[in-house]
């Protein structure tokens, strides 16, 4: 699988929208970019996903530049509760293959007022 | 719909001793897999399965044992626990493997001394 790249921690203030960056230079023509939010003690949990350009959903927005080499998470207005830690992930979608799958140190996100 | 369940939700072993964490999921997922997580690292993948009969040793497979005889439960067995086997244990399934969204477990958080 592709390997990503994050930063490991970034801070902001309640009410800002925050930008968190992946880097994946191999990604593979059939990979997809999955982003979890994982809270203390709990399990991860899914964000969003995509495969190129834009994807929005209700709590988050994923931009894929045309190389596919990045792509960035955007949170808008973050509040307290969305302190946490956010993994990027790059795998194929449905592919049958090894369920390999590299959670690495992800980006801790830390909300204050 | 119970989604993905583990347990027990916090073990305390002595060193060599064994045991079994239990994992079952109901949402008919074939995918099936077990991750550690130690204190502020990301999750390592252990074992998983492609599905029922199946399974394959991930990142770091030494001293754990799965098994899956059925679609919903995916046993982990430690075979004589060490205290580098210390560390919060999830399970996760999903439809198709790799890149598609994992849904996890509560965790169990293991202590071996």
């Known amino acids: 699988l592709a390997k990503t790249t994050q930063p490991i921690s970034m801070d902001s203030y309640e009410g800002q929208e925050v930008n968190i960056t992946c880097s994946h230079n191999n990604i593979a023509t059939n990979d997809y970019i999955t982003w979890y939010q994982q809270f203390p003690s709990q399990g991860p949990r899914f964000i969003i996903q995509g495969y190129k350009t834009k994807v929005t959903n209700e709590v988050a927005s994923l931009f894929i530049p045309a190389d596919r080499k990045s792509s960035t998470l955007s949170l808008p207005r973050v509040s307290l509760s969305d302190t946490a830690v956010y993994y990027c992930l790059v795998g194929g979608v449905g592919t049958g293959t090894a369920s390999k799958l590299t959670f690495g140190t992800g980006t801790r996100l830390q909300v204050t007022l | 719909n119970a989604g993905v369940t583990q347990t027990p939700k916090f073990q305390v072993l002595k060193t060599g001793q064994s045991m079994t964490l239990q994992c079952a999921q109901d949402?008919?997922?074939?995918?099936m897999s077990w991750y550690r997580q130690d204190p502020g690292m990301g999750l390592r993948l252990i074992h998983y399965s492609v599905g029922a009969g199946i399974t394959d040793q991930g990142e770091v497979p030494n001293g754990y044992n799965v098994s899956r005889s059925t679609t919903e439960d995916f046993p982990l067995r430690l075979l004589s626990a060490a205290p580098s086997q210390t560390s919060v244990y999830f399970c996760?399934?999903?439809?198709?493997?790799?890149?598609?969204?994992?849904?996890f477990g509560p965790g169990t958080r293991l202590t071996v001394l």
């Open positions: 996760a399934s999903s439809y198709s493997g790799v890149g598609d969204t994992q849904y």
């Open positions: 949402m008919n997922h074939e995918y």
